[in-house]
């Protein structure tokens, strides 16, 4: 599984969000991902973890979760994991089939199930992606990760823009992954997930949206929501504030 690790301290796996293929990121993608998480390196030794290459067309979310279960025991579990966005139902999944080796989860803009725009913004996304439309693609996936609403025409034609850079080469695991996602839904499962998780969210979130964030912290018996208003998708760990609030729901006894 493509991973790379920055700082120093007890464990924390993060699985990232929708990534265009299933590698360590390179160039502006690596600077984006590490300055995100360099202030939790500062405290932590951050594993950073992506889905493994050569997916199954039809996995699923459990197959995709247990691929992360058979790695973490090398990290010493039960460790705390941090999933964003997709990552975080990735993580939700691993927690409810394998909650032994979780000791801690934090959701990030992540939730139980895809809200309804969510859902279709990403069948949007496949569609195109299935179709070779690379620049739709693109426009697509920042339409819908977008940091504000007010702007997500801007956002729509950056992505446009760079769709064919984002999404060169093979797709087969990004459009897995986006399929594995559509079916998910954890609703009726999280009462009977018993790991502490801190569900953090934005008020103007596409994706899952507000009341997914509060729904999925309703219905764990460990559960705890942050929102955050003002703030978009991608917006949440870029709130000030954010790697306080995620230290101190991991370090608190």
């Not at 939790?40 to 050569?54: D, Q, S, Y």
């Not at 309804?116 to 496949?126: D, E, I, S, T, V």
């Not at 559509?182 to 499962?189: N, S």
């Not at 009977?192 to 596409?206: H, R």
Request: glycine share 14%; charged share 20%; net charge positive.
């Amino acid at each position: 599984m493509p991973t790379f690790s920055m700082g120093a301290g007890p464990p924390l796996v993060v699985l990232p969000g929708l990534t265009p293929r299933h590698e360590v990121p390179r160039g502006p993608a690596f600077l984006a991902e590490t300055r995100q998480l360099g202030p939790l390196a500062r405290h932590r030794t951050v594993w950073w973890v992506n889905r493994r290459p050569g997916l199954e067309p039809t996995a699923g979310m459990a197959e995709i979760a247990a691929d992360y279960a058979a790695c973490l025991p090398r990290l010493g579990a039960p460790v705390d994991v941090l999933g964003i966005s997709t990552g975080g139902t990735v993580a939700l999944q691993l927690a409810a089939d394998h909650p032994t080796l979780v000791r801690r989860l934090v959701l990030v803009a992540s939730g139980c199930r895809l809200g309804p725009a969510g859902k279709a913004g990403q069948r949007a996304l496949l569609a195109r992606i299935e179709a070779g439309d690379l620049r739709g693609a693109g426009a697509e996936l920042a339409r819908l990760a977008g940091v504000r609403p007010a702007a997500r025409s801007l956002e729509g034609l950056a992505g446009w823009l760079a769709g064919p850079w984002m999404y060169r080469g093979p797709t087969a695991d990004v459009a897995a992954v986006l399929r594995a996602e559509d079916a998910f839904d954890m609703t009726d499962r999280l009462a009977a997930i018993g790991v502490p998780t801190l569900v953090i969210g934005g008020d103007e979130d596409t994706p899952y949206g507000p009341e997914v964030f509060r729904e999925t912290a309703r219905g764990l018996p460990r559960g705890q929501l942050i929102m955050y208003y003002g703030r978009g998708h991608v917006g949440v760990s870029l709130t000030p504030g954010f790697t306080k609030d995620v230290l101190s729901f991991l370090d608190a006894p």
